[in-house]
């Protein structure tokens, strides 16, 4: 008699620079321990997960994926792209944990076994980015395009080694370059070091770039960010407090919609990434879809209450 498993669990068995196998043993601990029925599948390249994604949710599981961000952008672009309506979740084991973080799950492997367990879900927002080039991708935190998306593109690289050492590196050759930001009811144009499109606030291990941004009101926030590029630097420390916003030169907006385009064709384009899935060179559209997926996720938002116990407040909360 063939046993049918509830969950398949897609892990990547390279998360936290190759560190995983002790994570990946306690997953699968809490799991047993929760009496939760699952498959576990390994990744063998990169782009796999959506693969195996796509297929298990057809085979009728629910899709869980276990690893960093990478993975769980994938797995998530892979369920969706299935067409089944399959729920899909995230036991955080990455070096940032943005993804699992969009929808509350704290960087805590036993409770976000206990979300599984707990049977809850609910849809949230989600964006989709598609390129000139026709490269598209589902994404739940941000898609940004500027000095934040080579700094993805030479972590993806270099496989997150020394990733502050990587923002210095790229920080030291910066040149930025003109942009035309087209929204529903507004136009930037101009320099900018970075445009931001969030679904969600963070990137980066916690960055709170788009620190407004909510998952449940169908809208995108805007940062677009002209700040010299050493001042920049400066800037990031706030980026983990939640307190960056407001910012005189940073323009922020909300639009359903967003197009992103080089000013001057001439120039070398920007690159465009989406929960750290580099996806190519601009022009790049962003869509957001109002509850567009549904998502195991806890009850309340975990993340914004440790955050608050840790700062003082919520990371939404800008006038602090």
């Given at each position: 008699m063939k046993i049918i498993e509830d969950y398949a669990i897609i892990y990547n068995p390279i998360a936290k620079k190759g560190k995983a196998k002790e994570d990946l043993e306690y997953a699968f601990k809490c799991l047993e321990d929760f009496n939760i029925s699952y498959k576990?599948?390994?990744?063998?390249y990169d782009g796999h997960a959506i693969e195996?994604?796509?297929?298990?949710?057809?085979?009728?599981?629910?899709?869980?994926?276990?690893?960093?961000?990478?993975t769980a952008n994938q797995v998530f672009h892979g369920?969706?792209?299935?067409?089944?309506?399959?729920?899909?979740?995230?036991?955080?084991?990455?070096?940032?944990?943005?993804?699992?973080?969009?929808?509350?799950?704290?960087?805590?492997?036993?409770?976000?076994?206990e979300i599984i367990a707990e049977g809850n879900s609910s849809k949230c927002d989600i964006g989709f980015a598609k390129t000139d080039e026709g490269v598209e991708r589902y994404f739940l935190g941000i898609g940004s395009q500027g000095f934040d998306a080579e700094v993805a593109r030479r972590s993806n690289v270099k496989g997150g080694k020394n990733y502050n050492l990587i923002i210095f590196q790229t920080?030291?050759?910066?040149?930025?370059?003109?942009?035309?930001v087209k929204m529903d009811n507004e136009i930037?144009?101009?320099?900018?070091?970075?445009?931001?499109?969030?679904?969600?606030?963070?990137?980066?291990?916690?960055?709170?770039?788009?620190?407004?941004?909510?998952?449940?009101d169908g809208l995108f926030d805007i940062s677009i960010a002209d700040i010299?590029?050493?001042?920049?630097?400066?800037?990031?420390?706030?980026?983990?407090?939640?307190?960056?916003?407001?910012?005189?030169?940073?323009?922020?907006?909300?639009s359903k919609k967003v197009?992103?385009?080089?000013?001057?064709?001439?120039?070398?384009?920007?690159?465009?990434?989406?929960?750290?899935?580099?996806?190519?060179?601009?022009?790049?559209?962003?869509e957001t879809i109002k509850d567009g997926y549904e998502l195991i996720r806890p009850k309340t938002n975990e993340v914004a209450e440790e955050f608050k116990e840790k700062y003082g407040h919520y990371f939404y909360e800008c006038d602090h």
């Open positions: 576990s599948v390994e990744t063998e195996l994604a796509r297929q298990l949710a057809k085979d009728g599981y629910k899709v869980i994926a276990a690893g960093g961000d990478g369920v969706i792209t299935s067409n089944t309506g399959a729920l899909c979740g995230f036991i955080p084991m990455g070096s940032g944990n943005d993804i699992p973080a969009a929808v509350g799950i704290r960087a805590d492997i036993r409770r976000a076994c920080l030291f050759g910066w040149k930025s370059r003109e942009l035309v930037y144009e101009g320099y900018a070091n970075l445009v931001a499109v969030g679904n969600s606030g963070a990137y980066g291990g916690g960055m709170y770039i788009c620190q407004k941004a909510r998952i449940n010299g590029k050493f001042k920049l630097l400066v800037q990031f420390k706030k980026m983990y407090s939640a307190s960056l916003l407001p910012h005189p030169n940073i323009h922020e907006y909300q197009r992103i385009e080089m000013k001057n064709l001439d120039d070398d384009p920007y690159i465009c990434q989406v929960d750290g899935e580099v996806l190519g060179p601009l022009p790049v559209t962003y």
